[in-house]
């Protein structure tokens, strides 16, 4: 069993920026890919960013490249979303994911493992 919990969202202004952090705990490992998903009420889970641990390789929604970068901490089992230029669009809950690489990157149930989600808000 892989544990998530994110932190760092909140309230920040059309153009600001904000980090996400998602804490991964249990049986993490190397073979694990890393994505953070964000949903709006009625509206399906959409993918936003992913990431490999074993070799860093990284993958982004069309809806956020180059606004948004995910990276990694190894040593202390955190994966980040930094998010600059945010849009009131960008709006939504935003939620860690981690699969062992069992599916594609971006489908939300090839991802068993889920956080419970950080509250995102940009106003105009």
């Known amino acids: 069993q892989v544990q998530l919990v994110e932190s760092g969202g909140g309230l920040v202004q059309a153009g600001g920026s904000l980090r996400l952090s998602c804490a991964a705990s249990?049986?993490?490992?190397?073979?694990?890919?890393m994505g953070w998903f964000r949903q709006t009420p009625g509206k399906e889970r959409e993918f936003v960013a992913a990431?490999?641990?074993?070799?860093?390789?990284?993958y982004y929604g069309d809806s956020v490249k180059g606004r948004f970068t995910i990276s990694r901490d190894n040593a202390k089992n955190i994966v980040y979303l930094q998010m600059n230029s945010l849009k009131p669009e960008d709006t939504a809950v935003y939620y860690c994911?981690?699969?062992?690489?069992?599916?594609?990157?971006?489908?939300?149930?090839?991802?068993?493992?889920w956080g419970q989600g950080t509250q995102v808000t940009v106003s105009s």
């Open positions: 249990g049986r993490t490992s190397r073979s694990y890919r």
């Open positions: 994911a981690a699969q062992r690489y069992s599916g594609s990157y971006y489908v939300v149930g090839d991802y068993p493992y």
């Open positions: 990431i490999n641990w074993s070799d860093s390789m990284t």
